[in-house]
DNA sequence: TCGTAAGCGAGACGGTACGTCCCGTCTTGAA
DNA sequence: TTCAAGACGGGACGTACCGTCTCGCTTACGA
């Protein structure tokens, strides 16, 4: 089952999420704006958490594709690229930016945001999976730690540092853990 | 110019961050806990955002001292798992995460925080200088990268993916941007 | 024509009544105690009031007996007797207080709890009929004053003064009305 | 300590009271209608009952004199008048008879309802006093039956019968009652 | 005996009020 | 002068019932 106007809620919670942040976010105000009364929003999600956290899921305005280029280089770099105006373009990084930070101590949040964006980075795989068809990667080599770097290093730098991300440093990374891995 | 029990309040700031989290901590919980009145917390700092700064600048728990192994890779090692155990171990690894995913959506907090890691972070310095002066390291090396790629690695894989980082990652990692860089 | 359920209801709705009183009464516990849906209930009884009055209508804990002494002074006495042990004694005085009280203000509810205690108080006719038989009575005697006078002191000791109606009282009203009518 | 708007909110309460009956009165009504703050009132009263029974306490619109005619008679018709026209007449009618039946199944309203009639009735004292002066009455009368003869049978006539208590009515049954008693 | 209509359950919904927590401002009085 | 004490207007919380509605399922009765 599901509310009549789900769409209008979700729609509602990322748009105020993105605007306000997440602590500045109430139920009431979703109500309000989404034309429901907030009743209906107790009824169907227990918390401010689970609300964001299954708007979240349900959003498409957080998806990115999966660049192929030709090279591991090359998709890596385009992947880091992605990633950093995933976090820096609006709507998108103040969604992404707001439901990360709000993640750390809601763990019931926690959980929905960490598979929101496994699934995103799931989607890296076949990237790796072309390089090592072509021989760019060795067979035994941590996936993880590889997307962990980039995408920790865009995070700390734009959210944290609050400087831009741009196409200088994104390559400065990608080749620094390139020439990490190829050895 | 300052409130006299100013260290009881930041202390229960800190704790009371530490224990419920930054949107859960309210003025009046620091006010009741701290023996003070409220409108006293009210008349020294502007918001519960200035408070947090406040008292996170103050604090001594955060600390990190900057090992000094002779090796450039020993170094990195340690400073990563330093970081690691900052982001782990309690009260610190509550507070930080607190800290640092309260400032993603508050400014004012933001600059404090930055500037609280940045401090921390400075003093990492005399690592590279060390490396260089060792010859283990090119003089153009961009530093804020290197660590901005083992710090945000390390808090990935802590906060977002909560998975623990134990040595194997911290030297995996610490191997792998010495690599990309050493070259 | 009736609920399939309604001795349920009607149980369940004195029961409560008598349990929690007239405010405290819900249409939800009701249908949820007797088993039924909300919505059954709203079907068939347009308010909580209107669902009270039919209850007391059908109510048999209500019922007392008038009784027949062979003189107008035990026979008043018996009767005062039994308002005050109606009023006093459980579940009836509950539910006769709780639906007194809450008939004023609630003018629907107030026509059936008034046409309820009249049919009761109706019976108490005989005992004048009997006692004018006996020339105990002149013909020509308020009745109804009587019993206001008889019903009414008990109703103010009990209810409102909170005071048990012994039959010490019960004899000391009854008494001083008889001696008021019969000169 | 009182609330600074106390008399506004008194004055409020009592009309709305009046007004709607006990239980359609609300906290909300009353702090919007008298321009104070939800919480205002309940800082100072725990529940609607407590408000309603302070309110009751400090009203002056339900006073009333006690008669000094020259007769026993006299002043108990005129007493009766009163205790009917203060039912009868508004506001104070819709008040009192709010907060009498309100006054069953809320034990802390009761309390003060009682407290505020017994008061009042306390006053008519002087009445039997100065009759017992004048040797209309027997000293070991038992004042309180009287009252509640009396009281009560205005009580049930207006509020429960719903018919008026008009001057016949009380002449009625102040002369039973005086018989009852003097004989 | 079987269709059909009355009765019902389930439950979503907009809505009002509840009683609570905390916000940030203000005034007052004592040290 | 600084601070405690604390009243206040305000916003949002999460909950309980309200009364209305739609949707299918039973049940039972009368054609």
Known sequence: MAPRKQQQIFDTTLTMLAETGYDRLT?????????????????????????????????????????????????????????????????????????????AGHPELATSVRGFFADRLARERPIFERAAARGELAPDTDLMTIVDLIAGAIWLRVVFRGLPADSAFVSHIVQTVLRGICR
Chains 1, 2, 3, 4 share one sequence.
């Not at 999966?66 to 998108?92: H, K, N, Y």
């Not at 990084?93 to 930070?101: Q, T």
Request: without cysteine; aromatic residues 6%; glycine residues 6%.
């Open 27 to 103: 139920i009431e105000g979703v109500a309000e704006r989404s034309g429901v009364n907030k009743t209906t929003l107790y009824r169907w999600w227990p918390s401010k958490a689970a609300l964001v956290a299954n708007a979240l899921i349900e959003a498409r305005a957080l998806e990115f594709a999966v660049p192929d280029t030709g090279s591991l280089e090359g998709d890596l770099t385009e992947l880091a690229s992605r990633i950093a105006a995933l976090l820096t373009t609006s709507p998108s990084g103040d969604i992404a930016v707001a439901a990360l930070a709000a993640s």
